[in-house]
């Protein structure tokens, strides 16, 4: 049986932050790595990733549209249980994302 280790956890906290961070901000792109990394770990997570989430571990997706997160829920349901929603980019009835009409940024729901 493999454990996350304290520096493990430190960097994993770390870079939550960092994507939580980076998902509020106005200039927060769809090709961002970040982002491509998190889609990897919803849609495709790899055996080591499904091990953690049986394990009980949650991992913290900021940033995605509502149309991401339905998709996520429809598709993976059996691992809602692992999977916690921040910064919810809110998007009109087409999909498109959201911006404020003052300031450009993208609007984004920060209720957990």
């Not at 493990?8 to 982002?35: C, D, E, T």
Request: glycine share 4%; net charge negative.
């Amino acid at each position: 049986m493999k454990y996350i280790t304290g520096l493990q956890r430190k960097f994993v906290l770390a870079m939550a932050i960092a994507i939580i961070a980076s998902a509020s901000s106005s200039a927060w792109a769809r090709s961002n790595p970040a982002y491509e990394w998190r889609m990897q770990q919803l849609f495709s997570p790899d055996a080591e990733q499904l091990y953690r989430e049986q394990q009980g571990f949650v991992y913290i997706y900021a940033g995605l549209t509502e149309q991401e997160i339905a998709q996520a829920l429809d598709q993976h349901f059996e691992r809602i249980q692992s999977m916690m929603f921040v910064a919810t980019v809110l998007t009109d009835s087409q999909g498109n994302i959201v911006r404020d009409k003052k300031t450009g940024n993208v609007v984004v729901d920060d209720d957990c």
